[in-house]
C-alpha cells in the first residue's frame, strides 16, 4: 500500500469514529443540513430529497441527492465525509432494486415515487407489548 493510500485510510478511520454518517443507501429519503458562507456570515441549509446513487470509496465517496424544487427537479452531489455537511438524517427507507436510479429523471408525479421499505421485524418488536409477570401469579400458579 503507498503513502496517500495509508493517510486516507487513517482518516477515514477517523470520521468513522465519529460517527455523524448514518446507513443510507440510493432509494432513501434523506435530509442533508449544509453549512454555508456567505460573506462573513454562516448559516445551515437543508436540501431533503431522494439519494438516486452513491459512487466512490472510501474518503472519496459521493452521493447524489434529487429532489423537486417548484417544479424542477434538482441534484446536487455532496461528498460523504465533506466538512461543510453538518449532519444527514434518514427520513425514510426506499424500496428499490437498482444500485443507481438515474431513471428517475425522466419520470414525473407518481410514477416518480418510491416505495417505503417497511423492517417488519422491528415494527412487530414495537406493536407486541410483553406481558408483564409479578411474583403474586408465578406463586398462584
Do not use: C, H, W
Not at 27 to 45: A, K, L, P
Not at 55 to 82: D, L
Request: aromatic share 6%; proline share 4%.
Amino acid at each position: 500500500m503507498n503513502l496517500i493510500q495509508e493517510l486516507e485510510k487513517e482518516q477515514l478511520e477517523k470520521l468513522v469514529e465519529a460517527g455523524k454518517i448514518p446507513d443510507f443507501a440510493p432509494g432513501d429519503t434523506v435530509r442533508v443540513n449544509v453549512r454555508i458562507s456567505e460573506g462573513t456570515r454562516e448559516r445551515v441549509q437543508a436540501y431533503e430529497g431522494v439519494v438516486i446513487g452513491r459512487s466512490g470509496e472510501g474518503i472519496n465517496e459521493s452521493f447524489t441527492v434529487r429532489k423537486i424544487s417548484y417544479g424542477e427537479g434538482v441534484e446536487r452531489v455532496f461528498p460523504v465525509y465533506s466538512p461543510t455537511i453538518e449532519s444527514i438524517a434518514v427520513v425514510k427507507k426506499g424500496k428499490v432494486r437498482r444500485a443507481k436510479l438515474y431513471y428517475l429523471r425522466d419520470r414525473r408525479g407518481k410514477s416518480a415515487r418510491i416505495a417505503e421499505k417497511i423492517d417488519t421485524n422491528r415494527q412487530k418488536a414495537k406493536e407486541v407489548p410483553q406481558p408483564e409477570v409479578t411474583s403474586s401469579e408465578n406463586e398462584s400458579k
